[in-house]
């Protein structure tokens, strides 16, 4: 909270000017009248609503935007408590270090921490997005139809708060063919079901979208209207270049400047994880540089994870995790094609990431031998404690 709300966010004041028209119409305002109006709504109806009750309270307008930022705090808080559910699925009691090193994860990496200061829509669908992967593990171990119709609810609601919810309905769709579970009467009842509750649930957006004079910025996200400055090249290099010592070199992000290397999606994707698409002072740079070295030492680990998963694929939760992370890919890559502006390859797009990602570094971790396993484990711990101090760091950097 010792964060401004406009410190290292996106659009801040068009998600307020979002949630004022909310306060001030009670009604959902057309897509291109707006910055961020194109957004699905839920988020913005339930900030609205903290802004009603500042403002019977008598609260100023400052006082107001820090109550919806104390929201924000919650809905990370209740993220985390999301992950922590993840960890005890995934891992069974006796693998306490495995729960550890997953929690440990979703609390200290800054892509997550961020949220918590922010007024946007992306911390509360995060919360319904880890909710919902948190629903299709439990569904796909415990074989729970509840928890799978749960799960597709959850889905919907996530849906309403941003439109990146259809990119897991899509992934739980096909973990669903994948799973193996039901003869194909079963299977084809329970898709159906799905279907309509899904649409049930979330289908009047995109009807209402569909209806508008002007829907163009609703299948666009307004990237219509971005800063052509900020356009990148599309070709193979630069979707697939990943260069560990020119990322050591420039270790923050700039969506303005090329010699940040901003036109390579995959390493600014990964810095973004850390530092999002800032740029920070220079007493920043050493913990930076080593967060990013561990970091890539620690996806190693989670290659290695994700190769023992793969060659036990029957007797694991390889398929729904590898679907998610497919999915989400997926529509991050079909963003930034149809998008090509630097700012649409922050990894805020693809922080469902998280959940598979440390899985295998967790499974990776302990494949390693033991005297390797006690350098990964301290690699990984002050990994984590970087993290925390580099968020320290910056607390009351504006």
């Not at 961020?114 to 629903?135: C, D, E, K, Q, W």
Request: a positive charge; proline letters at 4%; one cysteine or more.
């Amino acid at each position: 909270m010792t964060t401004p709300y406009a410190t290292r966010s996106y659009d801040s004041e068009a998600h307020i000017d979002y949630i004022k028209f909310v306060f001030e119409n009670w009604t959902i305002p057309p897509a291109a009248s707006g910055w961020e109006f194109h957004q699905a709504p839920v988020y913005y109806f339930i900030s609205a609503l903290q802004m009603n009750v500042g403002h019977m309270l008598g609260f100023s307008k400052s006082l107001n935007i820090s109550l919806i930022q104390i929201g924000s705090l919650l809905v990370s808080i209740a993220t985390l408590g999301a992950g922590i559910w993840i960890a005890s699925l995934l891992f069974a009691k006796s693998k306490k270090t495995e729960r550890l090193i997953f929690s440990s994860m979703v609390a200290c990496l800054p892509a997550l921490v961020f949220l918590s200061s922010r007024i946007t829509n992306n911390g509360l669908y995060h919360f319904f997005a880890f909710l919902s992967v948190a629903l299709l593990i439990k569904w796909w171990k415990t074989n729970s139809i509840m928890s799978w119709y749960f799960a597709i609810a959850t889905i919907a609601i996530s849906f309403t708060v941003r439109v990146s919810g259809l990119t897991i309905f899509a992934a739980a769709g096909i973990i669903l063919i994948c799973s193996n579970k039901y003869k194909l009467s079963k299977l084809l009842l329970h898709g159906i079901l799905s279907i309509f509750l899904f649409v049930s649930l979330a289908g009047w957006l995109p009807v209402l979208r569909y209806m508008e004079e002007d829907p163009l910025n609703s299948v666009t996200f307004s990237s219509q209207s971005m800063n052509g400055d900020m356009r990148v090249p599309t070709n193979i290099e630069n979707l697939i270049t990943f260069n560990p010592i020119e990322i050591v070199q420039k270790p923050f992000n700039d969506t303005w400047n090329d010699e940040y290397r901003r036109k390579y999606f995959p390493e600014f994707m990964y810095k973004s994880a850390f530092f999002g698409e800032f740029s920070y002072p220079d007493y920043i740079k050493p913990i930076a540089i080593f967060m990013l070295i561990s970091g890539m030492f620690i996806l190693i680990i989670s290659f290695i994870g994700f190769i023992s998963n793969a060659l036990k694929i029957k007797d694991s939760v390889f398929i729904p995790l590898f679907l998610v992370t497919f999915f989400v890919l997926l529509a991050h890559l079909c963003y930034r094609l149809m998008a090509p502006f630097s700012a649409n390859q922050d990894f805020r797009f693809s922080i469902l990431l998280i959940i598979p990602i440390t899985y295998w570094i967790a499974i990776g971790s302990e494949l390693l031998p033991k005297n390797i396993r006690k350098i990964s484990n301290t690699i990984l711990l002050t990994f984590y404690m970087s993290c925390v101090v580099f968020l320290l760091s910056i607390c009351f950097t504006i």
